[in-house]
């Protein structure tokens, strides 16, 4: 069974500052985690995705996100917040099972403040 | 471009009628899906589509209905049986279906919003 928790409903960060989106993941089989974002009435927009290489992934936008088994997590992070990423962000799981499903957290909604 | 779109952007159903989105893909995608969105929540999946001619509910699929007769075409209908519709819903395709087994990136349309007046 595969299952995946978003720790933070919102999350506000000052521009310019880090930002820290929290994602744990629970899977039976070696998973396959992305994270996208969603602006407004819009669909959702692929940032990264890790399939067992690299524990580091980079994404687009300057996000970015680490693997750690040991955790079973896998934050989302970027260095310096920029208000265009005031947005919704999705973590979503998927094992490497033809029955296995694709599972999406609840999302985080991330504000940037002047 | 290769994409998904889904039209119409906004839609307005009177309670009672049964109104259809659509979704198109030229990505030559194998497997489709429809999901559901409610305010600050996650996405729920309606139906997924691996191969033409099959399709499968999944956790939310009371009062809708789907079909796959093309590879790039996979309409989702809302049926008056569908207690409370209004929702944002989108549309996504994976290149690889289950079946082949094996995970694939989501690409996702921009949504069709349904209001129920």
């Known amino acids: 069974a595969q299952s995946v928790t978003q720790l933070d409903s919102h999350v506000s960060v000052s521009e310019g500052t880090p930002v820290l989106l929290r994602c744990n993941y629970s899977s039976s089989y070696s998973p396959s985690l992305f994270w996208y974002v969603q602006h407004p009435n819009k669909g959702l927009q692929l940032l990264l995705k890790y399939t067992s290489a690299a524990t580091l992934v980079k994404g687009i936008n300057g996000f970015e996100a680490e693997f750690k088994k040991s955790e079973t997590s896998f934050h989302l992070t970027k260095p310096s917040a920029h208000m265009s990423d005031a947005a919704e962000y999705f973590c979503v799981v998927s094992g490497y099972s033809s029955a296995s499903k694709i599972i999406f957290g609840s999302g985080t909604r991330l504000s940037i403040r002047p | 471009d290769g994409g998904i779109t889904q039209s119409p952007k906004y839609l307005f159903r009177k309670e009672g009628q049964n109104v259809t989105l659509s979704c198109e893909q030229n990505l030559n995608h194998d497997a489709m899906y429809w999901y559901r969105q409610d305010p600050g929540q996650g996405l729920r999946l309606i139906y997924y589509s691996q191969i033409v001619n099959d399709f499968q509910k999944g956790d939310i699929a009371e009062g809708y209905s789907v079909s796959r007769e093309k590879k790039e075409s996979f309409p989702l209908t809302v049926t008056s049986a569908q207690k409370n519709p209004t929702a944002f819903y989108l549309c996504?395709?994976?290149?690889?279906?289950?079946?082949?087994?094996?995970?694939?990136?989501?690409?996702f349309g921009p949504g069709t919003r349904l209001t129920v007046l």
């Open positions: 996504a395709s994976t290149g690889r279906g289950r079946v082949a087994g094996g995970t694939d990136t989501q690409y």
